[in-house]
């Protein structure tokens, strides 16, 4: 007998398959080489987060170094996106660094991008003074921002003055009052906010987010201010927009989640704020429709 529960993933996957590639890499890769195709870069991420097993930890590691080596061969344009407790940091920071060198070498070979995804507060810091110790020894490499934390303005202006590289995001974790902004409002100002400070200090970042107002904003801050950047966007989100961007010269990357833990994923993303529900819903129904 099938269980309510069973049912409810059921449905729910559904739905996350038209953002989650698949369960393995190859799946990752066949989806990036559409992509790419339709005239966008990819970021591939490995789903799955706060891995204590070291057998867990040691097969990320080689997936993700399997996927930079097969880039060339699948014919795709990328990178990658990391989590550090998917690499160690749940057990220790050290590791965490040791495993990040690993990747760091594999990318350096392969000249593939590397972004460092940002996770919960509680790993703010440690992900920041990782990324500034392995961008002191490689470029192509990136770190994830959110705005709903009130500290990214000071967070932001530090990797600016050492010409970091940011992928900036809204958030998608629940934090505390005391430390993050919880209104629409207020997070959407930060954003404005981080995303001037880019266009005006940075070079080389990436505008994530699926949000048709902050995208506008972005392209008249582009007219300003001469700026490499990319948006990125989930794959099978917003696809109605995305041949536009592409179209009119701007870069456009498609972030590809894959593997089996697909499930927290998107319950994060859609618990993440009442829009995104609305945006999946809509590109679900307009995806179907074609």
């Not at 940002?118 to 110790?133: L, V």
């Not at 989640?257 to 704020?273: D, F, V």
């Amino acid at each position: 007998m099938v269980s309510g529960t069973q049912v409810m993933e059921k449905i729910l996957f559904g739905v996350a398959k038209q953002w989650i590639a698949g369960d393995t890499m190859e799946d990752a890769l066949s989806a990036a080489k559409d992509s790419y195709k339709n005239g966008m870069s990819v970021i591939i991420n490995r789903l799955g987060e706060y891995h204590t097993s070291k057998q867990i930890i040691c097969k990320t590691v080689d997936e993700y170094g399997a996927i930079m080596s097969s880039f060339r061969k699948w014919k795709v344009l990328g990178g990658i996106s990391i989590k550090p407790t998917q690499i160690g940091m749940s057990r220790s920071t050290k590791e965490c660094v040791r495993n990040f060198e690993l990747l760091i070498r594999a990318a350096s070979a392969s000249q593939t991008f590397v972004w460092i995804d940002m996770e919960s507060s509680d790993h703010t810091d440690d992900t920041i003074e990782i990324y500034q110790k392995l961008f002191a020894r490689y470029e192509r490499l990136g770190i994830a921002l959110q705005a709903n934390l009130l500290r990214t303005e000071k967070d932001l202006a530090d990797l600016l003055a050492v010409g970091a590289k940011v992928r900036l995001v809204k958030g998608a974790y629940r934090e505390n009052a005391r430390i993050a902004h919880k209104s629409r409002e207020k997070v959407d100002c930060n954003y404005r906010k981080m995303m001037r400070m880019l266009f005006e200090g940075g070079n080389e970042f990436g505008i994530a987010t699926h949000d048709s107002r902050m995208i506008e904003d972005a392209i008249k801050l582009s007219k300003k201010h001469t700026r490499r950047f990319e948006f990125q966007m989930l794959r099978g989100i917003r696809d109605e927009m995305k041949p536009g961007l592409v179209k009119n010269g701007f870069s456009l990357a498609e972030y590809i989640p894959y593997g089996t833990n697909w499930l927290p994923y998107s319950i994060r993303r859609l618990k993440e704020r009442k829009r995104n529900i609305l945006l999946l819903g809509s590109s679900f129904v307009l995806r179907h429709r074609a």
